[in-house]
C-alpha cells in the first residue's frame, strides 16, 4: 500500500484521476461530495465546503441564516433548509389571528411540506407551469434561483431562494404574490434574493445540476 509521502508525489493528472476515481465509489454507496462552485477551484473537489459556510452563518451572534426543520417536532426531515432572517421572522409561531396571519401560517406549511419530504410538482421551465405547482425556476434560469410557490390562500405568497446541494436550499427572501405584478417586481425581487446570497455565502454560488434529479428528492416534474 503506498504511504501519504509516495501520494503527494505522484503527478497532478494522477492524482486528479484519483480523486475522480474516489468520487465514483462514494456515489456508488450514495455519499455526495460538495463542490466549490467558486472561480479559483477549477473543478477540484471541496468536501463538505458549503455546508461549513451555511453552518457558520448559523452559529454567528446573532444568526444570519437559521435551520428550519418542520413546526411539529415528531415529523421526520427528509430535506433541508436553511432560512434568511426575514423568512425566519415570518414563519415563526404565533402569527396574528388576522388574514395575514393566516397566510403566514400557511406560508409555513408550505415550507414544511418541503422539509418533510412531500411529494411537490417542480417546474424547469419558468412560463410553463400550472397554476397549482409548489416549486418552480425563476427566469433567468442561469441565475439558479427557485420559488417556493405558496399559492393558498390566494393571492399566495412567494418564497426566493437557491439550492445549494441536493436536497438543501436556502431561502432568502418572500413577497405577497399581490406585490409582484409585473417583470420589474419579479426583476426586483429576483435581484434581491441573488443580494443575500452573495451577502450571505459569497463566493459560493448556487448549485446547478444538469437535471431537476439532481436538485431535490421526491418530486413531479411538470
Same mark, same amino acid.
Given at each position: 500500500?503506498?504511504? #501519504?509521502?509516495?501520494? #503527494?508525489? !505522484?503527478?497532478?493528472?494522477?492524482?486528479?484521476?484519483?480523486?475522480? +476515481?474516489?468520487?465514483?465509489?462514494?456515489?456508488?454507496?450514495?455519499? @455526495? =461530495? +460538495?463542490?466549490?462552485?467558486? &472561480? !479559483? /477551484?477549477?473543478?477540484?473537489?471541496?468536501?463538505?465546503?458549503? @455546508?461549513?459556510?451555511i453552518r457558520d452563518r448559523a452559529r454567528e451572534t446573532p444568526p444570519r441564516l437559521f435551520f428550519l426543520p418542520p !413546526?411539529?417536532?415528531?415529523v421526520a426531515m427528509v430535506r433541508e433548509m436553511f432560512v434568511s432572517e426575514e423568512i425566519m421572522e415570518a414563519v $415563526?409561531p404565533p402569527w396574528p389571528a388576522t388574514e395575514e396571519g393566516r397566510r403566514l401560517a400557511q406560508m409555513r406549511a408550505? *415550507?414544511?411540506?418541503?422539509?418533510?419530504?412531500?411529494? #411537490? /410538482?417542480?417546474?424547469? !421551465? &419558468?412560463? @410553463?407551469?400550472?397554476?397549482?405547482?409548489?416549486?418552480?425556476?425563476?427566469?433567468?434560469?442561469?441565475?439558479?434561483?427557485?420559488?417556493?410557490?405558496?399559492?393558498?390562500?390566494? &393571492?399566495?405568497? @412567494?418564497?426566493?431562494?437557491?439550492?445549494?446541494?441536493?436536497?438543501?436550499?436556502?431561502?432568502?427572501?418572500?413577497? $405577497?404574490? %399581490?406585490?409582484?405584478?409585473?417583470?420589474?417586481?419579479?426583476?426586483?425581487?429576483? %435581484?434581491?434574493?441573488?443580494?443575500?446570497?452573495?451577502?450571505?455565502?459569497? =463566493?459560493?454560488? =448556487?448549485?446547478?445540476?444538469?437535471? *431537476?434529479?439532481?436538485? *431535490?428528492?421526491?418530486?413531479? =416534474?411538470?
Open positions: 500500500m503506498p504511504c #501519504i509521502y509516495e501520494l #503527494i508525489c !505522484l503527478p497532478t493528472s494522477v492524482l486528479f484521476s484519483l480523486i475522480e +476515481f474516489a468520487e465514483t465509489l462514494l456515489g456508488l454507496i450514495g455519499y @455526495r =461530495p +460538495f463542490r466549490f462552485n467558486g &472561480p !479559483l /477551484t477549477s473543478g477540484v473537489l471541496t468536501y463538505m465546503s458549503i @455546508r461549513d459556510e !413546526l411539529i417536532a415528531s $415563526q408550505y *415550507l414544511d411540506g418541503w422539509t418533510e419530504g412531500r411529494l #411537490i /410538482t417542480v417546474a424547469d !421551465l &419558468p412560463y @410553463r407551469k400550472p397554476k397549482a405547482t409548489t416549486m418552480a425556476r425563476i427566469d433567468p434560469v442561469e441565475d439558479e434561483v427557485f420559488d417556493i410557490r405558496c399559492v393558498d390562500p390566494k &393571492p399566495g405568497i @412567494r418564497v426566493l431562494g437557491c439550492f445549494a446541494d441536493f436536497d438543501l436550499f436556502v431561502a432568502l427572501t418572500w413577497n $405577497q404574490r %399581490e406585490n409582484l405584478e409585473d417583470d420589474k417586481a419579479w426583476r426586483d425581487e429576483i %435581484e434581491r434574493c441573488k443580494a443575500a446570497w452573495r451577502r450571505l455565502l459569497n =463566493p459560493y454560488t =448556487p448549485f446547478h445540476g444538469a437535471s *431537476l434529479n439532481e436538485y *431535490l428528492s421526491n418530486f413531479h =416534474p411538470v
